[in-house]
């Protein structure tokens, strides 16, 4: 049974601060987050918008089209969970208005979850003929202000849907995965911005990378050359060009020219590139930029896809490009939304950036800013208030 992605939506909040002007207020070479990492811009929620409003409107505009019928199962994925025992599924699950019968459970491990959700969804699935099951990634990337890590911030949700009639993207089922206890980014429980040991992940990612390969080639029994294009989670778009030559040299291949980086992983930069990190929706946002914006028709090619998690979780895996996905993919509007993003001043970044969720629990409202159909409006008596602002036509 051909099981895999049937359809998938990113959303990026509607504000974004352009990193030279982050370098310049920081005394910092333009050139060394521009080129040295390969970041340009980075998203900024506002104080009324969290993971679960950027998540349920990412999930809202292929509801929106394909309705809600068969979905018995939503997975939420992030590591910027608004409550230590309720899942972000349940609040995403009354936002959508989704089937009664349904599971939902948050599912946290870094930048990992996500495609543990997917792979989790993929068995459901098959279990579950005819049934759909909706992924949900959403997190902020929050780093201390003047930290090494600032300017790889970001915020982002991806919404997708798993099927046993994939319109994308069929799921191989092969698959590496490499587990090990280490302390290269962590976020204490009292801790709201993470913390990170930036040289020493970049040298985990690239090695469990490899020990992730070793597996998934042994099981699979394909090889570099029979992958057409490549993925990968993007805490920065730099390290994708690190792990590709990291790949080649382990596959024996030469290390890839500019020219084959650009071709191999080019495409699957753009969106990451001007959002910055979005930690579990990284890997499927560098995915739909991929589908969206190669000119090659990528029909019934091989997609290799590298998904990590510090502490620390990583996965390689497949996927086959289905005929015809370009017709079934959200193209136009993700180019729109981010089109019609608000540029901020650093001022105005440092401001929301210090701008805390109250947490005494009494009631509270929010000022409005720019959001999708949804934004936490408040608080009353410890209990988050969501509102929808708009509905969108189903």
Same mark, same amino acid.
Request: hydrophobic share 40%; glycine share 8%; net charge negative.
């Given at each position: ?73 939503? #997975? ?10 309720? +899942?972000? *599924? =349940?609040? @995403?699950?009354?936002?959508?208005? &989704? ?45 201390? #202000? ?10 982002? +949700?991806? *919404? =997708?849907? @798993?099927?046993?009639?994939?319109? &994308? ?226």
């Amino acid at each position: 049974m051909p099981i895999g992605i049937d359809a998938l939506s990113f959303y990026s909040p509607a504000y974004f601060l352009d990193l030279k002007n982050l370098a310049v207020a920081r005394n910092v070479d333009p050139d060394k987050y521009i080129v040295g990492i390969g970041q340009e811009r980075m998203s900024l929620s506002p104080p009324d918008e969290d993971v679960v409003t950027m998540g349920a409107s990412a999930a809202r505009r292929i509801l929106a089209r394909d309705g809600t019928e068969g979905i018995e199962l939503l #997975l939420f994925a992030t590591e910027t969970g608004v409550d230590q025992s309720k +899942a972000g *599924a =349940l609040f @995403v699950h009354g936002l959508l208005d &989704l089937p009664k019968r349904c599971r939902g459970v948050e599912l946290k491990q870094a930048c990992y979850s996500g495609t543990a959700a997917l792979q989790l969804a993929t068995a459901w699935v098959a279990r579950n003929p005819g049934k759909r099951a909706l992924i949900i990634a959403s997190d902020i990337a929050r780093y201390d #202000l003047r930290s090494p890590g600032e300017c790889t911030q970001g915020a982002g +949700a991806i *919404a =997708l849907i @798993v099927s046993e009639t994939p319109r &994308l993207l069929v799921i191989d089922p092969p698959s590496g995965y490499v587990a090990e206890d280490v302390m290269d980014f962590w976020r204490p429980n009292y801790r709201e911005e993470a913390l990170v040991d930036g040289p020493y992940s970049t040298r985990v990612y690239l090695h469990t990378l490899t020990l992730a390969w070793q597996q998934y080639a042994a099981l699979s029994k394909l090889g570099y050359r029979d992958h057409h294009r490549f993925c990968y989670h993007l805490p920065f778009t730099r390290i994708a060009m690190k792990a590709q030559s990291r790949l080649a040299r382990e596959c024996g291949e030469p290390i890839p020219s500019e020219e084959d980086l650009k071709r191999l992983i080019g495409d699957s930069l753009m969106y990451n590139r001007i959002t910055g990190n979005t930690y579990t929706a990284s890997l499927y946002e560098s995915l739909s930029a991929l589908l969206d914006t190669s000119i090659v028709s990528l029909d019934g090619l091989r997609v290799g896809l590298f998904s990590y998690g510090s502490g620390c979780m990583g996965e390689f895996f497949s996927g086959t490009v289905q005929p015809g996905y370009r017709s079934h993919l959200f193209a136009e509007e993700h180019r729109q939304m981010l089109d019609a993003r608000t540029e901020l001043t650093l001022g105005q970044y440092e401001d929301i950036f210090n701008l805390m969720i109250p947490r005494d629990g009494e009631d509270h409202l929010f000022a409005q800013y720019r959001t999708g159909p949804f934004r936490l409006s408040g608080i009353s008596q410890h209990k988050r208030v969501y509102e929808e602002l708009f509905s969108v036509a189903k």
